[in-house]
């Protein structure tokens, strides 16, 4: 484009300035040459027009400025390095430039166009006739060049398949045969020869994207090569004998009978379209063949090209990728966090509360709190307590420090979540109660002026507004938790920050108006005044229980039922719902149309259907159980339609699925109301409990329509049936309004589904103690079926322990049971480390041993061990080993049962030898999950306010899980928090200044010097402690151990004699 100067008459290059609005600068070129220099509006055809150029110019100021501008080609005078293309080779059509027809004027030779070159003012339209290959057995044979000492083939295609056979020939004197295919949407050229296979040549890359791709190929003496686009591939041959071109070419395909090499490809044939076919050197003339004049064909539709783009518009959800073959499209869910045909099905449970009843323990989880909704899922940490609580992080959980610079006003901190404001908003909305805490910390800084109350702080919630109150007020009260309760440090202010004092003060604000929430920014403006600070961290969101999760009806009439407004799901559509029932049959949910309908139906005890119909007929999908489903339990279901099939699934039964027809309707079209628990017909009504209902993600609230309902009552009781089993170890199931709790009372185990094991480390001389007779006086209270149980005058008939340890000491005493009457059991590891269970039930007679073969046990590995006596039967356990069963013959009561001992223990009366030996040695190490009967003495020593009297002497201390750490020396490193000694301090622990970037070299010299005073001090007490206790267990064991010998030799005789040699009274077993 240029211009002319109207004074000087003298023409330049120039781009187009922006002062012009009429006028955009472009080079718009293509792989054949220039189209324009500046260009609008232009629309192009082929036809041969060749070194043209049309130069167009026009007035725009009537003083400054001609516009010239070029189409096809830049004059070449102008031609800059910067366009180096050819002029354009083609044709052009409705060539308009500001609504000036340039093609009228050019053909009128007005003086304001320049023509230069040969220019026609026709356009012809070359005729091109595709072919479309419609089956896998199509097939198009074309006569060859016989004669010819070469091979070659041109022609377009076009096709959404990875794979197909495109061409094949065999050669004349059938020396072999050349194999085009389409092969993972790449070409592949090779030969085919008796003998060894001969490598071939490869060229493209996804080809099957349905656009048309031009393929050149040719074979000759030893030369092979392939071009696909304009790019060639090509190579070296080593083929016995001559290539000669054959009789026939076969394209997409091979007819049944054939004997070709190439038709015994193992690809199906090519499905697609061909054009612009030419064999050796001779076009070949698609109508020719249509009239039946050249070659033959199969499954073949002339003159179009019936390709469909299955993924225009793409169904596939959430962001997955759509590919297609010839008839049907797949989608890639990969890295979506969805699944299913169309990527419709969230992978992850809607809440923690959801996580929670499938018995997940803590920990990071992703939530999905729409399910299919648009919403994608987030990353929480889910906080297993007796509820759930989901916790969302932010990126400002340190202390902020604010303080002004130079008057100026400090910028506010924005905090961003981990999961979006809209997921926020689905989660807080669903949850029971949320929550959030901010600290305070100021100095000379208030939240509110003294004189007129105005905010000189505030914070920004969820929706942008701006909130003025703190803490667990009411929104806009503006004041703090302390002014509601009136414990503020100064009673004339509402706020401890308001006080204005000169030191550091603190408010600790819980903010709950879950609507607000959360906080995405917070803002202190009254840090301007000299000595003014403030420092502040604000936790993460927390948010606990899903009011959707719970969220049910109860139907009691055939005739009840619940409507909703119509469900529109119509291309996918998913129901997922809890049920439960003692009924036969029933209908879940229905929604009507014209002719269309969706329906899910308990027809049949041990049947689900889901049937629909979208206008192909009646469509079913049944899921069918071994077991009833009517056995008044929960059950989940989960229905799904969408445009490629409709599936069923039902709790973790076998998913069914239907695949849906190629070509038919799609659309789901209803408009009646939704019924819930019922039909329009008010027939086939279900009876029993619904719960959790979701349409595409979408909660249905059933508990408030459910209130205003004849015949269906907001809620459902009973769920201990369907979740108790969450309750492991002992732990007793107990029903809440929405959802279960586990007792733990009577569990060795704790937690919110008792299966946290409690584990204490034993340092040496330690013990722990648990009375049983004061243990009965409480729990007798609370249980009447137990109240016979740890009497003195009654007595037990069987019993159930089970302890897990892990040591290295051996002889050790692991636990030692007493009676008011001598009778006793003892679970004792053997000077050689072996177990042994000994059971006295009988004060007149030896206790019956039983030696559980020759294995140390003493390894730092952790081992489990359960007895199970009835009568005179026990059953015993070794980590989980088959149970090895023995037979009692000191008695089969247990009476007057008085104590249970963990660890040392001196001279109890009655006991054997080798128990008394084990009882002084103690036990070093940890124990855990230790029970006997209802009782656990570990929990009733570490968890206080347990309806127990507990002894603890020594060293005893809560540890980690046993199982933590095995090795040698282990045990000393888990002991974690000790239970007797050390103190600490009650009241406010965020008094003083905050520790933000502050330097307390001095502080922390002295306080290292009086640790380290006090630590030596403690140490040397401890050794004279450990001193003073070791001797006097020497001296009780020297009392209580008979003495044999007075020499070395006589005293090591009479050691090992205690360890291998058993009383004449006294049965022992060994297995």
């Not at 045969?177 to 085919?192: C, H, M, P, T, Y």
């Not at 073949?300 to 019936?306: E, F, K, M």
């Not at 997940?360 to 399910?371: A, E, H, N, Q, R």
């Not at 003692?582 to 929604?591: D, I, K, L, P, R």
């Amino acid at each position: 484009m240029g211009f002319y100067s109207t004074e000087k008459d003298q023409m330049a290059m120039l781009t187009c300035p922006p002062l012009m609005p009429s006028c955009w600068a472009a080079c718009w070129t293509t792989s054949t040459g220039i189209l324009s220099s500046l260009s609008s509006s232009i629309q192009m055809s082929t036809s041969p027009w060749t070194r043209t150029l049309i130069i167009f110019g026009q007035r725009e100021s009537p003083a400054m400025w001609i516009l010239i501008i070029s189409f096809g080609g830049i004059p070449r005078h102008r031609k800059s390095v910067a366009f180096p293309h050819k002029n354009f080779h083609g044709c052009f059509e409705n060539l308009r430039y500001n609504g000036v027809d340039i093609t009228d004027l050019s053909k009128k030779h007005k003086p304001q166009v320049l023509i230069v070159g040969n220019v026609s003012f026709s356009c012809s339209h070359p005729q091109t006739v595709p072919m479309t290959f419609l089956s896998s057995r199509s097939y198009l044979a074309l006569p060859g060049t016989p004669g010819e000492d070469k091979v070659s083939a041109i022609f377009q295609f076009r096709t959404w398949n990875r794979a197909g056979l495109l061409l094949t020939s065999q050669f004349q004197h059938r020396s072999g045969a050349f194999i085009l295919v389409l092969n993972d949407g790449k070409l592949k050229l090779s030969l085919s020869q008796p003998g060894p296979p001969v490598r071939g040549v490869t060229a493209g890359a996804g080809l099957n994207d349905g656009q048309w791709h031009s393929v050149s190929l040719s074979a000759k003496g030893n030369h092979l090569s392939v071009m696909v686009d304009g790019e060639a591939a090509s190579m070296a041959h080593s083929l016995r004998g001559q290539i000669d071109s054959g009789d026939t070419y076969y394209l997409g395909g091979c007819p049944d009978n054939s004997s070709d090499p190439g038709c015994a490809s193992p690809l199906d044939g090519f499905q697609g379209c061909l054009r612009l076919i030419s064999i050796g050197d001779k076009a070949v003339d698609p109508i020719s063949i249509q009239q039946g004049a050249l070659g033959s064909y199969r499954d073949l539709q002339i003159d179009t090209c019936g390709l469909t783009d299955r993924c225009l518009p793409s169904y596939c959800e959430h962001g997955s990728e759509c590919s297609q073959s010839w008839d049907t499209f797949s989608c890639n869910c990969a890295h979506t966090g969805y699944t299913g045909a169309t990527c419709h099905s969230s992978l992850y449970e809607q809440s923690c509360e959801a996580h929670r009843h499938r018995g997940s323990s803590s920990g990071l989880y992703y939530i999905d709190s729409d399910g299919s909704g648009p919403l994608g899922p987030s990353l929480v940490y889910c906080n297993m307590t007796d509820t759930a609580w989901t916790s969302v992080q932010h990126n400002g959980s340190h202390l902020v420090s604010v303080k002004s610079s130079n008057g100026e006003s400090p910028h506010p901190v924005f905090f961003k979540y981990t999961a979006s404001m809209d997921q926020l908003q689905a989660i807080t909305d669903d949850a029971d109660h949320c929550q959030q805490k901010l600290t305070f910390h100021c100095k000379k800084s208030r939240l509110s002026t003294p004189h007129d109350g105005t905010p000189v702080s505030w914070w920004v919630g969820r929706t942008n507004e701006t909130h003025t109150y703190w803490g667990g007020s009411l929104p806009d009260a503006q004041k703090c938790t302390c002014g509601l309760e009136g414990n503020c440090i100064d009673s004339q202010y509402y706020c401890n920050c308001d006080a204005d004092r000169n030191e550091w003060t603190s408010n600790t604000v819980v903010l709950s108006h879950k609507k607000h929430l959360p906080v995405t920014q917070v803002v202190m403006r009254d840090t301007g005044r000299p000595h003014s600070e403030v420092a502040y961290t604000l936790g993460p969101l927390l948010c606990s229980g899903d009011n959707s999760f719970w969220n049910s009806a109860s139907f009691n009439t055939e005739t009840s039922y619940l409507h909703f407004p119509t469900f529109r799901g119509e291309l996918s559509a998913d129901v997922s719902f809890f049920f439960k029932t003692t009924a036969f049959s029933g209908v879940f949910v229905e929604n009507l149309g014209i002719t269309d309908f969706i329906r899910l139906e308990l027809r049949a005890p041990a049947e689900v259907t889901f049937s629909f119909d979208v206008g192909n007929g009646p469509c079913e999908v049944t899921v069918q159980s071994p077991t009833p489903f009517n056995d008044n339990r929960w059950h989940h279901v989960r229905a799904e339609r969408n445009v490629k099939e409709a599936s069923l699934q039902v709790d973790q039964l076998p998913r069914e699925t239907q695949t849906a027809p190629a070509d038919g309707h799609a659309r789901l079209q209803l408009n009646s109301q939704l019924f819930v628990g019922g039909t329009a017909s008010r027939q086939r009504g279900f009876l029993g409990c619904i719960r959790s209902l979701r349409l595409n993600g979408l909660a249905l609230d059933l508990e408030e329509r459910a209130t205003m309902t004849p015949g269906v009552g907001p809620g459902c009781p009973g769920h201990c049936s369907s979740y108790g089993h969450l309750c492991r170890n002992g732990g007793r199931c107990r029903e809440k309004r929405r959802g279960i709790e586990c007792d733990c009372t009577f569990s060795a185990y704790d937690g919110p589904f008792c299966e946290n094991e409690i584990s204490a480390y034993f340092g040496a001389g330690s013990s722990v103690i648990y009375d049983f007779q004061h243990y009965n006086d409480t729990f007798s209270k609370n249980s009447s079926s137990f109240v016979a149980l740890f009497h003195e005058d009654l007595t037990l008939m069987g019993e159930t322990a089970t302890l897990s340890f892990r040591t290295t000491e051996m002889p050790s005493l692991l636990l030692y049971v007493s009676s008011f009457y001598e009778e006793y059991l003892s679970v004792i590891l053997a000077p050689n480390g072996s177990l042994q269970i000994r059971y006295k039930l009988n004060r007149h007679r030896e206790p019956d041993v039983f030696n559980f073969g020759f294995k140390n046990l003493a390894d730092g590995q952790l081992h489990q061990v359960k007895i199970n006596r009835e009568a005179a039967v026990v059953f015993v356990e070794v980590n989980q080993n088959a149970r090895r069963q023995v037979i009692l013959s000191s008695g089969t009561e247990f009476n007057a049962v008085k104590s249970l001992t963990l660890g040392t223990i001196l001279g109890p009366p009655g006991a054997d030898r080798d128990t008394l030996r084990a009882g002084a040695h103690g036990f070093t190490g940890c124990l855990s999950a230790v029970r006997f009967g209802p009782a656990a003495p570990l929990k009733a020593a570490l968890r206080p306010g347990e309806p127990a009297r507990v002894t603890v002497r020594g060293h005893v201390a809560a540890a980690s899980r046993c199982a933590e750490g095995a090795g040698p020396g282990a045990p000393a490193r888990e002991a974690t928090r000790p239970l007797a000694g050390g103190a600490g301090r009650s009241g406010a622990t965020d008094e003083g200044e905050p520790l933000v970037n502050a330097d307390r070299s001095d502080s922390a010299v002295i306080g290292g010097v009086i640790a380290i005073v006090i630590f030596i001090l403690l140490c040397i007490t401890a050794i004279a402690v450990r001193i003073y206790q070791q001797r006097w267990l020497y001296e009780k064991n020297e009392s209580n151990i008979p003495k044999t010998g007075d020499n070395a030799e006589t005293a090591l005789k009479s050691e090992l004699n205690m360890q291998s040699t058993v009383s004449e009274s006294q049965k022992e077993y060994f297995f």
